[in-house]
């Protein structure tokens, strides 16, 4: 069964602007992470927040973690084309923080 | 991409006969995975190893075996493959959990895509 669930399922928006992803999640984690996969290649790592951190940044990439809500929010800032990816969240959990559970994925399409 | 390589990269197969799929990794990684995408249903964990000849199972593991004989091999084997294993197959590694409370980011492979006719 799927643990972290993304939304929205996709979403297009147009180059420079931001786009917002959202993962709500089960059961208590260890840590959240975040993928990107391009058509036809494998996953990314993208960037991971523990359980006891509430926001993180990495370059143009922005995530926070509520865990009283059980969500996590993934902000990528002024948007390129080459953005245009799946995302997905992961998460560990406790005391099995090695085994990631994946959600489905947001298709992220940025136009020119 | 770097430290990992899967093969083959793509496979047609007939129903009931046994596929063997590698997972190759330079990195020295403790722990291993075998996970299959399919549409509607994002990645799902098929079996993970935690060392040599240590392995347990995923969420569908159900026709597939795997083994482990060296560090830097994991083998996913469908043994009598059926329709409903044609999916997109990743193996991914990552680091010692000892090192690292919180876990850490896994390394995927390129996929393996398998069609069963």
């Known amino acids: 069964s799927q643990q972290g669930e993304e939304d929205p399922q996709a979403l297009s928006i147009q180059e420079g602007e931001n786009a917002t992803m959202n993962c709500s999640y089960k059961?208590?984690?260890?840590?959240l992470q975040w993928y990107r996969q391009n058509s036809g290649r494998g996953l990314v790592h993208l960037i991971l927040?523990?359980?006891?951190?509430r926001e993180k940044h990495s370059g143009r990439l922005r995530v926070t973690l509520d865990t009283s809500k059980k969500s996590s929010s993934l902000l990528i800032t002024a948007s390129r084309a080459a953005d245009t990816a799946s995302y997905f969240c992961?998460?560990?959990?406790?005391?099995?923080?090695?085994?990631?559970?994946f959600g489905k994925g947001t298709l992220l399409t940025v136009n020119p | 991409d770097a430290g990992i390589t899967q093969s083959p990269r793509h496979k047609v197969t007939e129903t009931g006969t046994p596929v063997t799929l590698r997972c190759h990794q330079t990195?020295?990684?403790?722990?291993m995975y075998w996970y299959r995408q399919d549409p509607g249903h994002g990645l799902r964990l098929i079996h993970y190893?935690?060392?040599?000849?240590?392995?347990d199972k995923g969420e569908v593991s159900d026709g597939y075996s795997v083994s482990r004989s060296k560090t830097e091999d994991f083998l996913l084997t469908l043994e009598s493959a059926t329709s409903s294993q044609t999916s997109v197959y990743f193996c991914?590694?990552?680091?010692?959990?000892?090192?690292?409370?919180f876990g850490y980011g896994y390394t995927f492979g390129s996929g393996t895509r398998l069609t069963v006719v």
């Open positions: 991914a590694i990552s680091e010692s959990v000892g090192q690292g409370f």
């Open positions: 992961a998460t560990g959990g406790e005391g099995s923080n090695y085994k990631l559970t």
């Open positions: 927040i523990r359980s006891n951190e």
């Open positions: 059961t208590s984690i260890n840590n």
């Open positions: 990195e020295n990684h403790r722990y």
């Open positions: 190893s935690y060392g040599v000849k240590d392995t």
